[in-house]
């Protein structure tokens, strides 16, 4: 074995990536081919499907569906950009300012997670109620209009998906920054920056890395989002891509169009992160 | 459940809000559903592996008519039974239905009693594989809404046996209203486990007036105060009522009309909702919506003032159905479940905590004579509730309401694909 290894050993490295491997291949790879296989097929539950190369559903889906694409596309733009106006200053303050407190102050950001997603959403339907505690009191002291509601509307339905992904922002965005050393700063300005160009040509730059990991881990999920759409949403005007492709698989059974959604989604999402990583071309990725 | 408290009625409903529950009895994936996406996705690709060239009865599989019947037997000692959640009694105290271990007792078949359906479709997803292929689906008894009884009937999935022969009970004691329905002749396939209502819901206070049809939902009035279903049957069914005309006997040119009409209306709708409507109800986005009958009697116990009607046009009965999916190992154990579950004193057992629609009109004098019961031994909160259950209309329907309920049509897949279309460009655009 120790002269296997000896002549070996370049090998171990690849070793260690077999069962992560393994694991994208049953449950990414496979999948993956099923769904395109499944795209290009026609039929209906009760008949049968069957592999015709019908590359025809993309464009009919994109046609038919082209309002949801872009409007998801729309809000997952406005999330990230929502969790980095909300998450940068949190994880600057955190890693530059948290002193002893730093560990207790990143509890407090994961520990919404100790809550299932689907019920930290239902959660809040109950606080954006017409008549619930939110509006309900705003409405009782007079500074919104009886008429006036959250539920239902594009408002609801960003604000639900910014608070379900902020802790995916801050957290690649405290590493990048915490690892910063605070040196640099002072140096920036001992030699004449003002704290302004001290944070603008030292401390953004350097924490870019986690600016684009955690805007990714923000604009993707959201781009996908169906859940906040629903529970949040649930009109015409809130409906989101992945809503139309739940629609699709579970209630109409139309498996082909809905692969073929899913991989237009997902062949656009890889096109956009490769365009982005190009902008930010030279930057160390570390998550 | 004659012990039935007030607070166990709390707890239920939370149970039910937070854990996809009684609300969630007929949508896909809704709350609790929705934290179980990774499995609905592993259904839905077992489903779309299966569907990969397979088509349905590509063997094995009878055709439902001259299908030989099953029944007769001596039964296994075995029932492998999927139902919906929250669907049969149970004791606070144990934990464990009364109803099953009575059966237990008496049959000596063992139930495996699982919760597994949270959806029709999504169901179907889940056994469509094996019966496709000629396989058994692992399940004795499943329980199928009326639609998807007859969409199951119209594939051969479900195995036929004699009503009367295997199921005497169901005969002697059924409601006549659930005998010989649409969706399956003479119950050669299926006998109602419970059913409830589609209809209106309203709140009184925001609505300021009476609601009584469906031309209330349409109503300018009560714009982004009303609530739709974004089940395809169930809100096409209704405008279709609207219209005059029966769901069962629509055309392709009635159909587009009451799309039509729902087209028009969705500028006024605030949302197309499964069972999170019910909670819109609750707490006051919603003046207006459609409804189903148990959830409003459940919703009654926080706020009387909320009414259910029933719309002057016609609503919808819906049923629920035990079947047995085609080539079950215990078809016997299944159908003497069937029997044993239509002696009136467990049917009134199993309404006085489900509280949907009985199938079996003697069970109304049998839950009052529980509440006489209580009454006598002082526990005046227990006679309360059970007399609520017993003189509910939305658990014991008069005539005239049963009257003016209707049944969905069983469509034809080309129908299906033209009701989905249609609906689906309302809601979703």
């Known amino acids: 074995m120790a002269g296997w290894l000896r002549r070996h050993g370049g090998l171990i490295p690849y070793l260690f990536l077999v069962p992560g491997g393994l694991w994208l291949l049953v449950f990414f790879v496979l999948p993956m081919l099923t769904m395109a296989s499944v795209a290009l097929q026609e039929g209906t539950l009760g008949t049968g499907y069957r592999f015709t190369f019908n590359l025809g559903v993309f464009p009919e889906v994109i046609g038919r569906y082209d309002d949801q694409f872009l409007r ?6 406005v999330v990230t950009g929502l969790t980095m106006a909300i998450g940068y200053p949190m994880a600057y303050t955190i890693a530059f300012r948290g002193g002893r407190y730093k560990n ?8 919404p997670f100790f809550t299932s997603f689907i019920i930290r959403t239902i959660s809040w339907k109950f606080i954006l109620a017409d008549q619930g505690f939110l509006l309900g009191t705003l409405k009782d002291i007079g500074i919104l209009d009886d008429g006036f509601r959250l539920l239902a509307t594009p ?4 604000s639900g998906i910014t608070y379900n992904y902020l802790p995916f922002v801050v957290l690649p965005l405290y590493v990048a920054l915490e690892k910063i050393d605070y040196k640099l700063v002072e140096a920036a300005t001992d030699l004449y920056a003002s704290r302004a160009q001290a944070f603008l040509r030292v401390t953004l730059p350097l924490s870019m890395s986690g600016v684009f990991a955690g805007s ?23 409906t989101m891509i992945g809503n139309v492709v739940q629609t699709l698989y579970l209630t109409n059974n139309d498996y082909p169009q809905a692969s073929a959604i899913s991989l237009i989604l997902m062949v656009g999402l890889i096109g956009g992160v490769l365009a ?12 | 459940m004659r012990d039935q408290s007030r607070d166990s009625q709390i707890e239920r409903a939370i149970a039910r809000a937070f854990s996809g529950g009684r609300y969630s009895r007929r949508v896909f994936l809704r709350r609790a559903g929705k934290g179980a996406v990774v499995a609905g996705s592993a259904l839905t690709l077992q489903s779309i592996l299966a569907a990969c060239g397979i088509g349905p009865g590509a063997s094995g599989s009878a055709s439902p008519s001259g299908a030989a019947l099953v029944g007769g037997g001596e039964p296994a000692g075995t029932l492998v039974f999927a139902n919906w959640p929250l669907y049969i009694d149970v004791d606070d105290e144990t934990g464990e239905s009364p109803t099953l271990q009575q059966f237990t007792e008496a049959s000596g078949i063992e139930v495996d009693y699982q919760e597994a359906i949270q959806d029709n479709q ?4 889940t056994i469509q594989p094996a019966l496709s292929a000629g396989q058994d689906t692992a399940w004795d008894m499943i329980v199928p809404t009326d639609w998807m009884v007859g969409k199951m009937i119209g594939l051969g999935y479900l195995e036929a046996f004699d009503v009367a022969a295997s199921v005497p009970n169901f005969v002697a004691n059924a409601s006549d209203k659930y005998k010989n329905p649409s969706y399956d002749a003479d119950n050669r396939h299926s006998v109602p486990w419970q059913s409830g209502i589609t209809g209106i819901a309203y709140n009184p206070e925001l ?11 349409l109503d300018p009035a009560f714009e982004g105060q009303i609530g739709m ?7 096409l069914s209704l405008a279709l009522l609207h219209n005059g005309v029966q769901p069962k006997d629509a055309t392709e040119d009635d159909v587009r009309a009451a799309a039509d009409i729902l087209r028009d209306q969705a500028p006024l709708v605030r949302g197309y909702y499964g069972n999170e409507y019910a909670q819109a109800l609750a707490d006051g986005s919603l003046a207006v919506t459609m409804a189903w009958s148990g959830d409003v009697f459940q919703l009654q116990f926080d706020n009387p003032d909320l009414q259910f009607v029933v719309p002057e046009a016609g609503g919808i009965l819906w049923i629920d159905n035990m079947t047995i999916p085609k080539l079950a190992q215990h078809p016997n154990d299944a159908l003497a479940f069937m029997d044993f579950v239509y002696q009136p004193e467990i049917a009134a057992q199993i309404t006085e905590w489900v509280n949907y629609i009985c199938p079996v009109p003697a069970a109304q004098e049998i839950i009052r004579t529980h509440a006489q019961e209580a009454v006598d031994a002082d526990d005046q909160e227990t006679a309360d509730y059970l007399t609520s259950v017993a003189e509910s209309e939305l658990v014991f329907p008069s005539e005239e309401m049963l009257g003016n309920l209707h049944s969905y049509k069983v469509l034809s897949e080309e129908e299906e694909a033209l009701w989905n279309e249609l609906f689906q460009e309302i809601t979703q655009g």
Request: glycine share 10%; charged share 20%.
């Open chain 1, 72 to 77: 998801s596309l729309l809000y997952a733009l």
């Open chain 1, 104 to 111: 207790v102050l990143l509890l407090l950001v994961i520990l």
């Open chain 1, 155 to 158: 408002i609801a339905v960003i």
């Open chain 1, 216 to 238: 990714l881990l923000a604009f993707i999920p959201a781009a996908g989002d169906y859940i906040n759409a629903e529970l949040l949403g649930g009109t015409r005007e809130t």
């Open chain 1, 276 to 287: 982005y990583q190009r902008i930010l071309r030279g930057q160390e990725l570390t998550v």
């Open chain 2, 122 to 125: 999504e169901f179907f997803g």
């Open chain 2, 207 to 217: 609505t300021g007036r009476e609601i009584t049809g469906f031309a209330d939902l």
């Open chain 2, 229 to 235: 279903f974004s089940e395809v049957r169930d809100s």
